[in-house]
């Protein structure tokens, strides 16, 4: 901490273990503002809860607000879909992002309010620095950003998780078994982490074919995806298990906590990342997207009529899978 500041332990010991409330505390009495200026109550309606977003962020990665770093907090708003980082390592101090086209709003009002309250936190010498002071956090803006690259496991690294994940079932704990057949499920269908989160089991049909999941569109249609052959059987098991537990949900959701509600975002996040570390491929980015590319690049490569498989992904333009398709140019 700085010297001499004389810091309130119990001040500390609020910021440290309930966020929430020192800053609602601080953002009432007007000692986080806009450059000296209070924010309205619209505004501080709306601020807290982004800060409580925040705040569910570091309980589930067991990090404390006053120990928070730059890559953390790039990696926060990644999650949320709101930027991509272009540069930035763990132990990296300076992350540069770039704003998602869409998200340049909600992003700049989230870098604002915590720049404001890591302000807030080196002033009462709760921090020795504030990580998204601009040296230390660079954003650039959405006209400078870089083509998104699709990170996809490489056909190899590919068979390697499947074979991994296969070689755990059956496993002895119900939230082992949930979290291997939602892996697979991830890794044969390619679904988004939003529709992982909110499957039900009623979602999966079983054919001859196959097993198929279901999606409802916007449009109040369906869109159809068959799972791939080597997740079919795991997956069908777990779906049996999970529809004879016992939770709130009617119908019961495919994967979800042991409450029986849905799973957070980022909980599936550190599933995937602890999944890649198990084999070693923990260098890569590892967020839920990379299992939902492999997939598609695998059925690229089984040579998929790309109008089909835009239509399985659920998205309006081929960007995403030309993206892809570009990738597997560049590593063969």
Known sequence: MPQG???DRAEIEVWTFTPHVAFEDALGTAHIS??????SMQSRVQFVAMFNTFCRYMLERQISILQIDGIEIAQFLELRGLCIIVSGKPKSKTPVVAPVPSQTSLCGRYLSLLGNVMAYLVSRGLRMDNPIDPESFRLIGCQRCPPQTRRC??????????QFLLSRVPAERVEVRRDLAMLLF???????????RNARVVDFDVSDSGLTFRVRRTDGCFRIVPLDHFCV???QQWLEEARSLEFGESPPLAFANPRGYP???????????KMLASINLDNLRASPSILRNTWCQRRILDGIDLRLLQQQMGVNTSRSIDEI????GATR
């Open 233 to 235: 059987q795991p997956v």
């Open 5 to 7: 500041k004389q810091v």
């Open 34 to 39: 806009n450059e000296g200026c209070p924010y």
């Open 153 to 162: 496991l490489s056909p190899e690294q590919d068979i390697t998780v499947q």
């Open 325 to 328: 398709r570009q990738t597997i």
């Open 263 to 273: 799973q957070s975002a980022v909980s599936i996040f550190l599933i995937v990342r």
């Open 186 to 196: 991830m890794l044969g269908a390619g679904p988004r982490v939003s529709e992982v």
